[in-house]
């Protein structure tokens, strides 16, 4: 089973190889083509009618796997995949490769039979230029390239031995030489795309964690934010973006140092990631400046709920280094889709709260109001873009 792909894999690599797999409509559109012109061909050559009826199923089939990736597209443009329904994709993009391939074989194996030297090197032709576009494009999915491959060219394999020429099973044992061989490829294939997308992954996943909490960073706030907006948009509950600054860190970390300065940071993230949901992020954007995305927030009193435990649990002391510690943080919090749609204005509109939290006494929280200042979405922003993690 290993062999054909189907050994567990993470979710993520899952769904990028079922994303792969819908990536590209060209070479569907193109090999359908041929095979409907190739059939179409043969007809008015020849008038077999159970040539029409396969040329024509050839056509409406191309149309139907066309159709396919058009609707993955249009899933995926809301929301990523979930692992069960990249499953249930993949096996529809199987069951539309296995169709098409017994579709090509019956169609070849009846031109070999009945047609002309001409005709028949074009069924050929079809056959390696389809195994060549499987395995170019499909190897990545073994268990739906080899049996692909293999329904279809075992039944044209059949019909020349039928023939019994000696021409007819030299050609035969051509293609089943060029079949077993390509199974290698497909192996090595595989294997190497599962390489390329696990390394992909590797560095992208270091690329959107903050080097010293952990936590995710600037460019996973977006991705998370984004995600939890998209879903908004399909009938979800609220989302509150709270945006978070430490108080009284700085006199910490003048008076005991960067390094232990650097320890309170890790231990408020755990603070933090202990305070929220699995479904919620939370974010360092940088120095003592987090947000936390919380996502599917039934009302506003959920996301009170949440700012107040977040305040306590970065309120209760630490101890670090034999040193009692007691710092505060200030949250600001805004709402979707009241107080913003996209996931820039969330953020500038917390920030906007988050000030306005600060300026009332610290240590507390405050929704966004309208009505509290002069600062513009789009200065927000752009001074929240300025700013450098630590």
Not at 174 to 183: G, H, W
Request: glycine letters at 8%; aromatic letters at 8%.
């Amino acid at each position: 089973m290993s062999f054909l792909g189907r050994a567990p894999l993470p979710d993520s690599v899952l769904l990028e190889l079922v994303g792969l797999l819908y990536s590209s409509a060209f070479p569907i559109m193109i090999v359908g083509g041929a095979l409907t012109g190739v059939g179409a061909f043969a007809f008015f050559q020849y008038g077999d009618m159970f040539v029409a009826e396969l040329t024509i199923f050839a056509g409406v089939l191309t149309l139907l796997r066309l159709s396919l990736i058009w609707a993955f597209r249009r899933r995926t443009e809301t929301l990523p995949l979930t692992a069960p329904e990249a499953c249930r994709w993949e096996g529809a993009y199987l069951v539309g490769s296995i169709a098409f391939a017994v579709c090509l074989a019956t169609l070849s194996s009846r031109i070999l039979v009945t047609g002309s030297v001409p005709l028949q090197i074009m069924a050929t032709s079809l056959l390696f230029g389809y195994c060549a576009g499987m395995v170019t494009r499909v190897a990545i999915r073994p268990w739906i390239c080899i049996p692909s491959t293999v329904v279809a060219t075992t039944p044209i394999v059949a019909t020349l031995l039928w023939r019994g020429g000696l021409d007819d099973a030299v050609l035969a044992g051509f293609l089943m030489f060029f079949l077993v061989a390509s199974f290698e490829t497909v192996a090595h294939s595989h294997r190497t795309a599962l390489a390329l997308i696990s390394s992909k992954q590797q560095l992208g996943a270091l690329a959107r964690r903050d080097h010293l909490t952990g936590l995710p960073n600037r460019l996973a706030l977006l991705d998370a934010a984004d995600a939890a907006v998209r879903r908004l948009g399909r009938g979800g509950a609220e989302i509150a973006v709270h945006c978070l600054d430490l108080d009284r860190f700085k006199p910490v970390n003048d008076r005991y140092g960067h390094p232990v300065g650097d320890e309170l940071l890790k231990t408020v993230a755990r603070r933090l990631e202990a305070a929220i949901r699995p479904e919620d992020a939370a974010i360092r954007v940088g120095g003592d400046e987090f947000i936390i995305v919380q996502t599917d927030a039934p009302n506003a009193a959920a996301a009170e709920m949440l700012a107040r435990r977040i305040i306590r649990a970065v309120s209760a002391p630490y101890m670090i280094e034999g040193v009692e510690i007691r710092i505060g943080v200030s949250v600001g919090i805004a709402l979707a889709p009241k107080d913003g749609s996209t996931v820039q204005d969330l953020i500038a509109r917390a920030d906007q709260a988050l000030y306005h939290a600060k300026a009332q006494g610290r240590d507390g929280f405050r929704f966004y109001d309208a009505a509290d200042g002069q600062v513009g979405s789009e200065a927000m922003v752009a001074a929240w873009k300025r700013k450098e993690p630590a």
